[in-house]
Nanobody
């Protein structure tokens, strides 16, 4: 069974930095796109950043230039470096990935989420 487990959330001051990590485990043949989403209270879940298997990245306008997504294909991990966070970045952050667990099927998986609170 494939699992995504996030780590690194917590409280960070505005203008500080925080790094989120997500590790995929289980029977994994390959991982296509990996992404970070977030959901703030009372709001819909939104895409923060995504990265393809060959490293092509895309970002939400609200985080471009402040956040950086990266991945380690050998370790099946994806990270989100959050620099200069703002209070409006406060949310539960979720890891998401398209994973081939063998055969021809690719399934989409979600992590359990990690809380990020930006506050002074």
């Amino acid at each position: 069974q494939v699992q995504l487990v996030e780590s690194g959330g917590g409280l960070v001051h505005p203008g500080g930095s925080l790094r989120l990590s997500c590790a995929a485990s289980g029977t994994i043949f390959s991982i296509n796109r990996m992404s970070w989403y977030r959901q703030a209270p009372g709001k819909q879940r939104e895409l923060v950043a995504g990265i393809s298997s060959i490293g092509t990245t895309n970002y939400a306008n609200s985080v471009a230039g402040r956040f950086t997504i990266s991945r380690d294909n050998a370790k099946n991990t994806v990270s989100l470096q959050m620099n200069s966070p703002k209070p409006e970045d406060t949310a539960v952050y979720y890891c998401n990935a398209d994973i081939n667990g063998g055969g021809w099927s690719v399934r989409n998986y979600w992590g359990q989420g990690t809380q990020v609170t930006v506050s002074s």
